[in-house]
C-alpha cells in the first residue's frame, strides 16, 4: 500500500491543465494527468457541479467516487455562459497548456470561447474535445454517455450469454478507454507543438476508443460477412476459457490462449488423453469442443478449494486467476508489492484507499497529493493568482459568475 507524496514532482509537473469536462472521460483523462505530476484546475458550473459528484455510493453524506475522480485537481467556479465567468476561462485558458471540455459541439463557440477565441490568447493550448460522436457527422449534437458507446460499438452485441440479451457493463467502460484515449491524444498534440510551435484540437468521440480495442471485427465483416458471436465467458479462439466454482465457493478464471498451456492444464486435471485428440492442436478446434474441455477441467476444480487450485496451476505453470471483489485486491500480495493501492488522508473520510495511477516510472512516479476537494473550494486562490484583484472576485461571486 502506497502513501502519495507530493505531485509537483510527477514526470508531467509544470504542465497546466484546465478541466471544464463533467462526468467521466474528460474528467478521468484529466486525473490521469493530474496523477502524472500535472497541475489540474477543475472548472464547475457555481450552481450545477459536475454531476460526478452525486453519482454512486456516499459515505455520511459524503460522495466517494468524486474522491477519486477529482483527485489532484484544484476546484475553481464559473458561469462561461455569463461575461464575468468567460473572462475568468480566458485567464485561465491563457495560462493553460490543455483544457478538456465535453460540451456539445457549438456550446464553446456561442459563449465566444471557441479554439479561434483561446488560441488568439494562447496559439500553444491543446483544446481536447471530448463529446459522445465527435465534432462532425449527423450524431453531432446528440447527448452522447458512454452507455451509448458500449451499444453502438459492438461491444454489448458481442457480450453476454448465446441465448440471452446483448450485455452492459456495470461501470464506465467506453468513458474509461475514452479517457486513456483523450491523455493519449493530449501527449500526441503536446509533442507536435514542439515540433510546429503551436497548439491544435484534439477530437475524440467516445464511440471511437472502444470500438478499437475490440479486434477485427470491422475486418471481418468485410472480408467474411460475418459478426462476432455472445460467447458468454467462453472464447471462439481457444479453450478451456472460462470461469470455474471451486469446492469452496469461490471462482477461478483459467485462459489457454497458448498451445503449451493448454496442455498443461489437462494433464494437470488428469485428462491427458486429450493432447492426443486431432482437434486439441489448434485454438480455434479446441474451442469447437468446449464442452467436452469444461466439463473436465470444471470437476477437477469442483473438487479442490481455492487455495489449493490456484497453487495446483501455479505449480504446473498453467495460466488461472482467481476472481476477486475489492476486498480480495486490497489483500492480494502482488497488488501490494506494486503498490497499486494508495492511502491518502481525506479532511472528510480520514485514511481514505483508491487505486493509484496506472503504471510506474523509474524516474518518478505518478502521485495522489490529495483528493476530490470541495466544490468550488479553490476559486479565490486561482483568481488571485491570475491577476483578478479582491474586488472584482466580490464583484464576480456577487453576481454569480463565479
Same mark, same amino acid.
Given at each position: 500500500?502506497?502513501?502519495?507524496?507530493?505531485?509537483?514532482?510527477?514526470?508531467?509537473?509544470?504542465?497546466?491543465?484546465?478541466?471544464?469536462?463533467?462526468?467521466?472521460?474528460?474528467?478521468?483523462?484529466?486525473?490521469?494527468?493530474?496523477?502524472?505530476?500535472?497541475?489540474?484546475?477543475?472548472?464547475?458550473?457555481?450552481?450545477?457541479?459536475?454531476?460526478?459528484? =452525486?453519482?454512486?455510493?456516499?459515505?455520511?453524506?459524503?460522495?466517494?467516487?468524486?474522491?477519486?475522480?477529482?483527485?489532484?485537481?484544484?476546484?475553481?467556479?464559473?458561469?462561461?455562459?455569463?461575461?464575468?465567468?468567460?473572462?475568468?476561462?480566458?485567464?485561465?485558458?491563457?495560462?493553460?497548456?490543455?483544457?478538456?471540455?465535453?460540451?456539445?459541439?457549438?456550446?464553446?463557440?456561442?459563449?465566444?470561447?471557441?479554439?479561434?477565441?483561446?488560441?488568439?490568447?494562447?496559439?500553444?493550448?491543446?483544446?481536447?474535445?471530448?463529446?459522445?460522436?465527435?465534432?462532425?457527422?449527423?450524431?453531432?449534437?446528440?447527448?452522447?454517455?458512454?452507455?451509448?458507446?458500449?451499444?453502438?460499438?459492438?461491444?454489448?452485441?458481442?457480450?453476454?450469454?448465446?441465448?440471452?440479451?446483448?450485455?452492459?457493463?456495470?461501470?464506465?467502460?467506453?468513458?474509461?478507454?475514452?479517457?486513456?484515449?483523450?491523455?493519449?491524444?493530449?501527449?500526441?498534440?503536446?509533442?507536435?507543438?514542439?515540433?510546429?510551435?503551436?497548439?491544435?484540437?484534439?477530437?475524440?468521440?467516445?464511440?471511437?476508443?472502444?470500438?478499437?480495442?475490440?479486434?477485427?471485427?470491422?475486418?471481418?465483416?468485410?472480408?467474411?460477412?460475418?459478426?462476432?458471436?455472445?460467447?458468454?465467458?467462453?472464447?471462439?479462439?481457444?479453450?478451456?476459457?472460462?470461469?470455474?466454482?471451486?469446492?469452496?465457493?469461490?471462482?477461478?478464471?483459467?485462459?489457454?490462449?497458448?498451445?503449451?498451456?493448454?496442455?498443461?492444464?489437462?494433464?494437470?486435471?488428469?485428462?491427458?488423453?486429450?493432447?492426443?485428440?486431432?482437434?486439441?492442436?489448434?485454438?480455434?478446434?479446441?474451442?469447437?469442443?468446449?464442452?467436452?474441455?469444461?466439463?473436465?477441467?470444471?470437476?477437477?476444480?469442483?473438487?479442490?478449494?481455492?487455495?489449493?487450485?490456484?497453487?495446483?496451476?501455479?505449480?504446473?505453470?498453467?495460466?488461472?486467476?482467481?476472481?476477486?471483489?475489492?476486498?480480495?485486491?486490497?489483500?492480494?500480495?502482488?497488488?501490494?508489492?506494486?503498490?497499486?493501492?494508495?492511502?491518502? =488522508?481525506?479532511?472528510?473520510?480520514?485514511?481514505?484507499?483508491?487505486?493509484?495511477?496506472?503504471?510506474?516510472?523509474?524516474?518518478?512516479?505518478?502521485?495522489?497529493?490529495?483528493?476530490?476537494?470541495?466544490?468550488?473550494?479553490? =476559486?479565490?486562490?486561482?483568481?488571485?493568482?491570475?491577476?483578478? =484583484?479582491?474586488?472584482?472576485?466580490?464583484?464576480?461571486?456577487?453576481?454569480?459568475?463565479?
Amino acid at each position: 500500500m502506497t502513501v502519495s507524496r507530493d505531485p509537483s514532482a510527477g514526470a508531467l509537473a509544470g504542465l497546466r491543465v484546465v478541466d471544464a469536462s463533467t462526468l467521466f472521460a474528460g474528467p478521468m483523462a484529466a486525473m490521469h494527468l493530474g496523477d502524472m505530476g500535472a497541475e489540474v484546475i477543475k472548472v464547475e458550473h457555481p450552481a450545477k457541479p459536475d454531476p460526478s459528484r =452525486t453519482h454512486g455510493v456516499a459515505k455520511d453524506g459524503v460522495n466517494l467516487w468524486w474522491k477519486t475522480l477529482g483527485r489532484n485537481k484544484r476546484t475553481v467556479t464559473a458561469d462561461l455562459a455569463d461575461e464575468g465567468g468567460r473572462e475568468v476561462f480566458l485567464a485561465l485558458a491563457a495560462t493553460a497548456d490543455v483544457v478538456i471540455e465535453n460540451f456539445r459541439p457549438g456550446t464553446l463557440e456561442r459563449w465566444g470561447l471557441g479554439y479561434e477565441e483561446l488560441s488568439a490568447r494562447n496559439p500553444g493550448l491543446v483544446l481536447a474535445r471530448v463529446t459522445g460522436f465527435g465534432q462532425l457527422g449527423p450524431y453531432r449534437a446528440r447527448p452522447g454517455f458512454g452507455t451509448l458507446a458500449e451499444a453502438m460499438s459492438g461491444f454489448a452485441a458481442t457480450t453476454g450469454e448465446p441465448d440471452g440479451p446483448p450485455t452492459l457493463p456495470p461501470f464506465g467502460l467506453a468513458d474509461g478507454v475514452a479517457s486513456l484515449a483523450t491523455a493519449f491524444a493530449i501527449m500526441v498534440a503536446l509533442s507536435s507543438r514542439e515540433q510546429r510551435g503551436r497548439g491544435q484540437v484534439v477530437d475524440v468521440a467516445i464511440i471511437e476508443p472502444i470500438l478499437a480495442m475490440l479486434g477485427p471485427q470491422i475486418t471481418r465483416w468485410d472480408q467474411l460477412r460475418t459478426v462476432q458471436p455472445r460467447t458468454g465467458n467462453r472464447s471462439t479462439n481457444n479453450a478451456p476459457r472460462n470461469t470455474y466454482r471451486t469446492s469452496d465457493g469461490h471462482w477461478v478464471a483459467v485462459s489457454t490462449s497458448a498451445q503449451s498451456v493448454a496442455e498443461r492444464v489437462v494433464r494437470l486435471v488428469g485428462r491427458p488423453d486429450l493432447v492426443e485428440q486431432p482437434w486439441f492442436a489448434s485454438g480455434a478446434d479446441r474451442a469447437r469442443h468446449a464442452d467436452e474441455l469444461d466439463e473436465a477441467v470444471g470437476a477437477w476444480i469442483a473438487q479442490r478449494t481455492r487455495e489449493d487450485v490456484v497453487a495446483a496451476f501455479e505449480a504446473a505453470q498453467a495460466a488461472i486467476a482467481p476472481i476477486y471483489d475489492a476486498a480480495d485486491i486490497v489483500a492480494d500480495p502482488q497488488f501490494r508489492a506494486l503498490g497499486t493501492i494508495h492511502e491518502i =488522508t481525506d479532511p472528510e473520510l480520514g485514511p481514505t484507499l483508491m487505486q493509484g495511477p496506472l503504471f510506474r516510472l523509474s524516474g518518478n512516479d505518478g502521485v495522489i497529493g490529495f483528493t476530490g476537494r470541495p466544490h468550488g473550494a479553490d =476559486t479565490g486562490e486561482v483568481l488571485d493568482e491570475l491577476g483578478f =484583484t479582491p474586488e472584482r472576485i466580490a464583484e464576480l461571486r456577487a453576481r454569480g459568475a463565479v
